[in-house]
């Protein structure tokens, strides 16, 4: 904790919850023999971070669906004047699973003037699903990856990972990630008080 202005109301390694104050905006006015005279009033202003533990669970069986792409495809057109669509030859998809794939394509005057008119492709790729199971490394691996992918979510909010205690396992059936990921994160938030609640 680093205090710009105000009186900390708690200190480095104290233990605390949400809500409680942190540090208040009155500043004790004494007299010579260290008598509280009056009081000064502030905006409270500091830099608080904590250290937090947060409980990491996931899991995901080891035999799951991938897409097996057959290498089939369908091809339409659209124009696209402003926020209108017109689709040119438009035809049933002869395909029971697909994905589609849109590439939009701008058209300009020279380098520099854009139209508000563009055109686009979409793609209907066809593709079967099929069952696949994990090994034990793979699965180790996909389940490091989603952790990654979570911990990197929460850096991009300004939190630091401190230590990371999860473990992986699997069984027969099931890879399971559980533990505790110990965070350091700013906090505190300015409340409005009035003189006669504090």
């Known amino acids: 904790i680093v205090t710009r202005s105000g009186v900390p109301k ?3 390694g104290d233990s605390i919850q949400k809500g409680d104050l942190l540090v208040e905006g009155r500043l004790e006015i004494t007299d010579d023999s260290g008598e509280v005279t009056g009081y000064q009033y502030c905006a409270a202003d500091a ?3 904590v250290k937090t533990a947060y409980h990491y669970q996931d899991s995901f ?3 799951h669906s991938v897409k097996s792409y057959t ?3 369908k091809k339409g057109y659209y124009l696209k004047i402003k926020d209108q669509i017109f689709r040119l030859a438009r035809k049933e998809v002869p395909y029971q699973e697909y ?3 849109t590439k939009e394509h701008q058209w300009t005057l020279g380098s520099s003037f854009s139209l508000p008119i563009s055109w686009g492709v979409i793609e209907m790729r066809e593709y079967e699903t099929e069952t696949a199971s994990y090994s034990k490394e793979g699965a180790y691996r996909h389940a490091e990856d989603r952790l990654n992918k979570f ?4 850096q991009e909010k300004g939190v630091q990972i401190f230590e990371n205690n999860v473990t992986i396992e699997t069984d027969s059936k099931n ?3 559980d533990g505790n990921i110990i965070l350091i994160q700013k906090i505190g938030k300015r409340v409005e008080r009035t003189t006669d609640e504090i």
């Open 71 to 73: 290498g089939a495809c």
């Open 151 to 154: 911990l990197s979510k929460i």
């Open 10 to 12: 708690v200190k480095a």
């Open 47 to 49: 830099d608080i971070y």
């Open 99 to 101: 994905d589609v794939v």
């Open 175 to 177: 890879c399971r990630a």
């Open 61 to 63: 069986p080891l035999s």
